[in-house]
């Protein structure tokens, strides 16, 4: 089972810009899907971007559509998140998540490895 950490995070003003990392070990990343989720305080989890791992192929949440893009390096065993034009909204604890070879999905149900969470502050 995959160990992950995510880093990155922290406190930035509306419309800059971070890159969270999250990095595994363990076992070989490209085997299994991955995905960003975020939760803000009072709110549920929700999914942000999720890549598969047999296509590539990607999903985001409509809010950040254009904003966010979510890429993976197999060799280093990290994946990425690039946040760009920052929003308020958009503070919450981020997570990455993986699952073995399945279809990439934006449901937290389907995910089967956890980090532990990075905080990001998007101040007005």
């Known amino acids: 089972q995959l160990k992950l950490v995510e880093s990155g995070g922290g406190l930035v003003q509306a419309g800059g810009s971070l890159r969270l990392s999250c990095t595994a070990s363990?076992?070989?990343?490209?085997?299994?899907?991955v995905g960003w989720f975020r939760q803000a305080p009072g709110k549920e989890r929700e999914g942000v971007a999720c890549?598969?791992?047999?296509?590539?192929?990607?999903v985001y949440v409509d809010s950040v559509k254009g904003r966010f893009t979510i890429s993976r390096d197999n060799a280093e065993k990290t994946v990425y998140l690039q946040m760009n034009s920052l929003k308020p909204e958009d503070t919450a604890v981020y997570y990455c998540?993986?699952?073995?070879?399945?279809?990439?999905?934006?449901?937290?149900?389907?995910?089967?490895?956890w980090g532990q969470g990075t905080q990001v502050t998007v101040s007005s």
């Open positions: 890549m598969s791992t047999r296509d590539g192929s990607t």
């Open positions: 998540a993986t699952r073995y070879v399945s279809p990439a999905t934006m449901s937290a149900a389907d995910y089967t490895s």
């Open positions: 363990g076992a070989t990343l490209e085997e299994y899907a």
